[in-house]
């Protein structure tokens, strides 16, 4: 306490002399004694001033702060000047939540470098790595900062050309300006001469800055003399120099992946390079076998290869690869056998093989490479029995083993409960087999497990009780199975942390008590064909998080409950369809904003809801639905929709269409049909100039046809039957709509001649004029219907030509001359 009432006391006298300071405290020696030196804390303030700090992380950078104790700041320990900034975001993992990624972009630093750092004359180290500074130039004032040894600008966002001033810090040691590949017009260089200011180089990544003007990067980068990792990473580097030999004489990892050079002749100086620890070349557009040049390099404890078109076998000598960890040879065309020489890779901790044309049977000497954590060896041609498999793997590695990928794999025969020894699996993949018999007990024991995939296989019998014991579990996939018998909330019991759930298309009743609270927040749930009626799922209402819904053909009766729909504005996709579900959509006007949703053939009824502007697809037909369609064609008129999909066909609508469409410019399939709409069809229609298919059949409408129809030009189905609909019909069909293959205009009222003009329909398949008042000659073109002609289904068989199979129905129209 005495202490830091002091502290306060002497800065107040000696602002100024912050050097004094520190040495008449007597306290220099103790970092958290530090004061740090006030030139530096106000250029730290200025910086401040300019970022965007959406989530106030730098809420400890106060005016009258101690800037050795703010956030991200490192301080010397003896002189207290700033050495350090590390503005850096910790970007979120692979397996991280929507919530997860949210919680990123709302913490990262923008806005823009105020020079001011250049007061922070000792500076060594800035990382502002994985942040939004958003699409400007890497500013130049950072080339006189003479002291830094580290600059770590990598996803930073920066865009534009990298300012040749960095070459004139010759301290550096350490230089990333990686950038994500996404960035069509990212970072670029004009030329690399620049790096030769850059003596002591070590590290540098420019992985995604396009490198496409500079033809001298190898020769630049290899003259750096203790440079020890380079990574080109998609850089669109042009070629690859087929110079027999460069002097990388201190380089250790070298990554040129994702850059589909033009050449693909092997460059040998890549492989005189012996002392090479990590190769990444893949990606990388190489022909042929695996090169030969690599046979030396057997100090490599990183391969990566994949992503290219080596077509031979593994090569026997890879298998000596003695100090190998990471090999990847993913995405290629290898074909032959595993050898069990692989079991001679005894420092391995990762295989990747997947997607080749690999098959035989997997070396039992798998299971010996006790290092290894991880397998992936999907999409092969392994044809094997399951258990085979597991028994192989059963050595030393099974209790270490965290990933095991199969999936597509022709695999069969009966998971057996050998899988219980695999303790530390966290992700497992077997989807896509023909594994069949039961889903072994043992499972529960593989308590790391965080994702399981036993999707699209034959697994018959129950879901073993104790999945409820894999606690650590995400995501589990068992959709497409046979599995059948009844779920209950113990299988449940511990998966608080389960976010997706695939089950579809299995034969499973879940028996829950009716305020059944689950322990998880899903945001992914598929049930569909699952028993889940008679009442619907309360518990559903309980998932704050759920996005995408699919619980159709469950049989569900009775109603929705209202805390239901509340949910609805969290949902991208909600499938309730075919079900037996009634009652009304509460409240209207409720406003769903849900992208895609489907909800035929149940039995909702009452008037349509509200539907905001951003839905993409909405199915209600064969429903009740009943009563005007205005308030829900004309809902915020002047506002454009995204939707693409109208379904409300089969139900009991009536009154107007109204003319209402201007603004549903993005609709390609409208369905409106077996309702009881009344009065003409919309002249707005004539908006929707991306519709292909339009279906108002077996209404009550009336009137001509809109002129405006002619605007839908890339219309391929018509269907008007059964509607009361007169005049003649439009020449302009036959001018416009030159896409149409299906034009239903039966059992209507339209009058007068065939126009000639239909025959320009060269892609009609399906013309119904039956049942209406047309009357004269059948166009003569009518052969020139060529589509008709070549497809085999026929609706109306004229025998007008020999030969010509016509999908055409004129059985009550007036002929005359045939
Ligand atoms: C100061 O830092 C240096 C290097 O980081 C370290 O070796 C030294 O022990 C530190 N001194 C004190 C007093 O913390
Ligand atoms: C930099 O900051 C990030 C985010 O606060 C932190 O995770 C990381 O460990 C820091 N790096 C160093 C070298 O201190
Ligand atoms: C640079 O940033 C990346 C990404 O945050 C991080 O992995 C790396 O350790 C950083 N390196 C240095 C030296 O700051
Ligand atoms: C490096 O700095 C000097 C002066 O400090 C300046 O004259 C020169 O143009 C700079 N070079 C580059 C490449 O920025
Ligand atoms: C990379 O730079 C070249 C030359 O400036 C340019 O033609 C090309 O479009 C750039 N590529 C991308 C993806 O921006
Ligand atoms: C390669 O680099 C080393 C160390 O920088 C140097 O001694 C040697 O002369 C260089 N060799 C060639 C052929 O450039
Ligand atoms: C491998 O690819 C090369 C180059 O495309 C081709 O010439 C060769 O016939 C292929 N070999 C095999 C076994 O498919
Ligand atoms: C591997 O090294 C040996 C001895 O240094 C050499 O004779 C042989 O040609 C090299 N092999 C390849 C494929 O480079
Ligand atoms: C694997 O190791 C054994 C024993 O060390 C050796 O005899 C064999 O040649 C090796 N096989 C390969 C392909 O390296
Ligand atoms: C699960 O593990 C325990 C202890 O490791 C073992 O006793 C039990 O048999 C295992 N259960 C199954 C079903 O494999
Ligand atoms: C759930 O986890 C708790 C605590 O980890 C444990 O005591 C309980 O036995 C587990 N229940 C089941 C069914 O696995
Ligand atoms: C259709 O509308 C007519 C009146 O226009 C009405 O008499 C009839 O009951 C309605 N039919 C249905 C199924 O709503």
Known sequence: MEGSLGFLFLTFLIIPLPHFFIFCTGHSHSPSQLRCIDTERRALLKFKKD??????????WTVDGDCCHWVGVVCHNLTAHVHQLNLSTIYPSDSATEEQYEAYWRSVFGGKLNPSLLDLKHLNYIDLSFNNFPASPIPSFLGSMKSLTSLNLSHAGFVGVIPYQLGNLSNLLYLNLKSSSFHFHGLYVNNLQWLSGLPLLQHLDMSGVNLSKDSDWLQLTSTLPSLFELHLSRCQLPFIPLTPTVNFSSLLTLDLSGNYFENTLSPS??????????????????QGPIPIGLHNMTSLRHLYLSGNNFNSSIPNWLYSFSRLEFLNLR??????????AIGNLTSVISIDLSFNELGGKLPRSLGNLCNLREIRLSSNKWSQEIS???ESLSGCLSDRLEILDLSYSQLHGHLTDELGLFKNLVKLHFS?????GPIPMSLGNLSSLTILHLSHNQFSGTLPQNFGQLSKLKALYIESNMLEGVVSKSHFSNLTRLKKFYAFGNR???????DWIPPFQLGYLSLRSWNLGPNFPTWLCSQRHLQNLDISNTRISGVVPPSFWNLSSQFQFLNLSHNLIHGEIPNSPIIVSTSVIDLRSNYFNGSLPYISSSVIALDLSNNSFSGSISHFLCYKMNEPKNMELLNLGKNLLSGKIHDCWTMW?????????????????PASIGSLTLLKSLHLHNNKLSNKLPSSLKNCKKLVIIDLSENKLVGSIPSRIGHRLLSLMTLNLRSNNFHGHIPEELCALTSLQILDLSHNKLFGSIPRCVKKFSAMATKSISYLNMDFYPGLILMVNLSLLKVHCL
């Open 51 to 60: 970022l965007i700090d959406p989530s106030n992380r730098l809420s400890s």
């Open 269 to 286: 100086w890549i492989f005189g390079l012996r002392n090479l620890v990590s190769l990444d070349l893949s990606h990388y557009y190489f």
């Open 331 to 340: 995405y290629n065309n290898l074909q032959g056998t595993i050898s069990n």
């Open 388 to 390: 085979e498999i597991l």
């Open 432 to 436: 896509r087999n023909s594994i069949s």
């Open 508 to 514: 499973l009743t879940l028996n829950v008590s009716h």
């Open 665 to 681: 410019h993005k609709l390609e399939i409208l369905n409106l049909g077996n309702n009881n709409f009344t009065d003409n069809i």
